[in-house]
């Protein structure tokens, strides 16, 4: 099973629609905390998780690990709206990791950037699967540079679904 995890209603539907996620966590919703959702839709766990949040969603995360489950850290986007992330001692980290240890699981970092051989072998194959039509490509396009402020705000606000672009043609 895929669960999402998404900001708001718009993007809920985004993911359970257009990318066929088994569930979504709605860390915006009101009626129920991140953990009551990862629960409903997690009642056995979770095994893998890919996360670019941090913050309490990771902490909420590491409590419903399996054993010998993974995480793969990618981004905090958690802490760069926040200004946090240049000030070191403001970032929260995560208050279960002990949870690792006890469920024989692991943690670890992932940086594209540190595996440049297999660019070439990558972009073959995303190009391959994206013409055969099993990769998609979602995009919100605005218009002019002038939508560039606006398109950064949407960046970290989330008033966007699918990859944003600014376009400069018009």
Same mark, same amino acid.
């Given at each position: 099973r895929?669960? +999402?995890?998404? +900001?708001?209603?718009k993007k809920?539907e985004?993911?359970?629609?257009?990318?066929?996620?088994d569930?979504?966590v709605?860390? !915006?919703c009101?009626?129920k905390?991140i953990?009551e959702?990862?629960?409903?839709l997690?009642p @056995?766990g979770?095994?893998?998780?890919?996360d670019?949040?941090g913050?309490?969603l990771? @902490?909420e995360?590491?409590?419903?690990?399996?054993?010998y489950?993974?995480?793969?850290i990618?981004?905090?986007i958690?802490h760069? @709206?926040?200004?946090?992330?240049?000030?070191?001692s403001?970032?929260?980290?995560?208050?279960?990791?002990?949870?690792?240890?006890?469920?024989?699981?692991?943690?670890?970092?992932?940086?594209?950037?540190h595996?440049p051989?297999y660019f070439?072998?990558?972009?073959?194959?995303l190009i391959w699967?994206?013409?055969r039509?099993h990769?998609?490509? #979602?995009? #919100?396009?605005e218009? !002019?540079?002038?939508?560039?402020? !606006?398109?950064l705000e949407?960046?970290f606000?989330?008033? #966007?679904?699918g990859?944003?672009?600014v376009d400069?043609?018009?």
């Amino acid at each position: 099973r895929v669960i +999402g995890v998404a +900001g708001g209603p718009k993007k809920k539907e985004f993911l359970m629609d257009k990318l066929n996620c088994d569930g979504v966590v709605d860390y !915006k919703c009101s009626e129920k905390s991140i953990g009551e959702q990862l629960d409903e839709l997690c009642p @056995d766990g979770i095994d893998f998780f890919f996360d670019n949040v941090g913050g309490d969603l990771l @902490d909420e995360v590491l409590q419903r690990i399996n054993l010998y489950s993974r995480i793969v850290i990618c981004g905090a986007i958690s802490h760069y @709206d926040s200004g946090n992330i240049n000030d070191k001692s403001l970032i929260k980290g995560p208050s279960h990791y002990i949870k690792l240890a006890e469920k024989s699981s692991s943690m670890s970092g992932f940086n594209m950037m540190h595996y440049p051989k297999y660019f070439m072998s990558a972009i073959r194959y995303l190009i391959w699967n994206y013409f055969r039509g099993h990769i998609v490509s #979602h995009e #919100h396009i605005e218009k !002019k540079i002038d939508s560039f402020g !606006k398109c950064l705000e949407m960046l970290f606000a989330g008033g #966007h679904c699918g990859r944003l672009i600014v376009d400069l043609k018009e």
